[in-house]
T-cell receptor, first 116, second 112 residues
Framework: AQSVTQPDIHITVSEGASLELRCNYS??????LFWYVQSPGQGLQLLLK??????LVQGIKGFEAEFKRSQSSFNLRKPSVHWSDAAEYFC??????????????FGQGTTLQVKP | KAGVTQTPRYLIKTRGQQVTLSCSPI?????VSWYQQTPGQGLQFLFE???????NKGNFPGRFSGRQFSNSRSEMNVSTLELGDSALYLC???????????FGPGTRLTVL
């Protein structure tokens, strides 16, 4: 069965510092991979996605993520965090194949706090 | 393009009642997925509809059902509400079900 693990439940960084949020997945083949961000009481906004090809993907708001097949990881990074980045971040996996349509499996989320 | 819209945004019901939530996908998107988000269980997939047919289903009891109309709008229904059904219900649309999903703002359901 597919699963997603975000090892860090809560992370605090200083404004201007770099950020890395970890995501590990379990899946037999190469899945579709996503990072979403959720502000309190809101829906999820897509930050970036990986389907195939270049393993370093760029997203919105200055975020990037790197797919590492050997480590089954898809970590999210940002070189300089802004106070507005404080939110909850979710890594998600979508499986290929006709029996897996429309279904994303999410990690438990990482709450990012930004210190001034 | 307008984003995914969900109505109503907030609902308060009592145990035993039923509720219907609505979702309008992004124009041109034919796949609509529904998720339940709770503090304890996180985000869990309920089901996906494509061209008025349920194509995929998660592990939820039969009290949770849905449908999709010819214009791709979707509704989900929860019958015989239980306290544990209190959650944020999120709808997401995608072009085909294999692409990225775009989420609506959610419907916050509280069951008393």
């Amino acid at each position: 069965a597919q699963s997603v693990t975000q090892p860090d439940i809560h992370i605090t960084v200083s404004e201007g510092a770099s950020l890395e949020l970890r995501c590990n997945y379990s899946y037999g083949a190469t899945p579709y991979l996503f990072w979403y961000v959720q502000s309190p009481g809101q829906g999820l906004q897509l930050l970036l996605k990986y389907f195939s090809g270049d393993t370093l993907v760029q997203g919105i708001k200055g975020f990037e993520a790197e797919f590492k097949r050997s480590q089954s990881s898809f970590n999210l990074r940002k070189p300089s965090v802004h106070w507005s980045d404080a939110a909850e971040y979710f890594c998600a996996v979508g499986a290929r194949g006709s029996g897996n349509t429309g279904k994303l499996i999410f990690g438990q989320g990482t709450t990012l706090q930004v210190k001034p | 393009k307008a984003g995914v819209t969900q109505t109503p945004r907030y609902l308060i019901k009592t145990r035993g009642q039923q509720v219907t939530l609505s979702c309008s996908p992004i124009s041109g998107h034919r796949s609509v997925s529904w998720y339940q988000q709770t503090p304890g269980q996180g985000l869990q997939f309920l089901f996906e509809y494509f061209s008025e047919t349920q194509r995929n289903k998660g592990n939820f009891p039969g009290r949770f059902s849905g449908r999709q109309f010819s214009n791709s709008r979707s509704e989900m229904n929860v019958s015989t509400l239980e306290l544990g059904d209190s959650a944020l219900y999120l709808c997401a649309s995608s072009a085909s079900g294999f692409n990225e999903q775009f989420f609506g703002p959610g419907t916050r359901l509280t069951v008393l």
